[in-house]
């Protein structure tokens, strides 16, 4: 079974703070996705990452960064934490654009940026 | 850019009732995915259907790349079923990005 472990699940955060969102993924995929997901704006891409060493860019990537070190493990980085990124997000993993499509989603990460 | 029209946006049941939840697609897609997910809950895959149908339990999900279209029927519907339902095509452009709808908040009163 495809398995995504998001951590922390809930973290509480002060503005100006730093935030490390950390995901690890057992499914060898190749590709992982940071998405965030709001009330009226549904499941929005932050950043994704098509194997070790890379990152690139998604919908909305400003004030995020990402990091990849591993097939394994993909971290978002919020370097100086604002109100508006309390959110809920998620992590993925999946095949997309190779011969499975398949997403598979950690349990996501709650923040609350005060 | 690729779009996903999910619809209805909500949907109300009685318990019993069944339900067809619709996506469409701006552009050709390679593969499609279905999803549940519970208030304050993750995203469980419900399909991955690249095509064709299929069928588990209660529900069904209906793709026609041709048409552009992908549908999940749920029959007999639950209390438990109600949440919301989200569609993601894959468009195979090469990429690595999926496109999520908007979805569908579904409520099974008893």
């Known amino acids: 079974e495809a398995a995504v472990t998001q951590s922390p699940r809930n973290k509480v955060a002060v503005t100006g703070g730093k935030v490390t969102l950390s995901c690890n993924q057992t499914?060898?995929?190749?590709?992982m996705y940071w998405y965030r997901q709001d009330t009226g704006h549904g499941l929005r891409l932050i950043h994704y990452?098509?194997?070790?060493?890379?990152?690139e860019k998604g919908d909305i990537p400003d004030g995020y960064k990402a990091s990849r070190p591993s097939q394994e493990n993909f971290s978002l980085i919020l370097e100086l934490a604002t109100p508006s990124q309390t959110s809920v997000y998620f992590c993925?993993?999946?095949?997309?654009?190779?011969?499975?499509?398949?997403?598979?989603f950690g349990e996501g990460s709650k923040l609350t940026v005060l | 850019g690729q779009q996903v029209q999910q619809s209805p946006a909500s949907l109300v049941l009685q318990e019993g009732e069944n339900a067809e939840l619709q996506c469409n697609f701006s552009t050709s897609l390679n593969s499609m995915q279905w999803f549940y997910q519970r208030p304050g809950g993750s995203l469980v895959s419900l399909f991955y259907?690249?095509?064709g149908t299929k069928q588990s339990g209660r529900l069904t999900s209906t793709t026609v790349i041709k048409e552009r279209r992908s549908s999940l029927h749920i029959s007999s519907s639950q209390t438990t079923d109600s949440g919301t339902y989200l569609c993601?095509?894959?468009?195979?452009?090469?990429?690595?990005?999926?496109?999520f709808g908007s979805g569908t908040r579904l409520l099974v009163s008893p």
């Open positions: 993601a095509m894959d468009p195979g452009t090469g990429g690595y990005k999926v496109v």
């Open positions: 993925a993993s999946g095949d997309v654009g190779g011969h499975t499509g398949q997403l598979y």
């Open positions: 990452s098509y194997g070790a060493g890379s990152t």
């Open positions: 499914n060898n995929h190749n590709n």
């Open positions: 259907n690249p095509s």
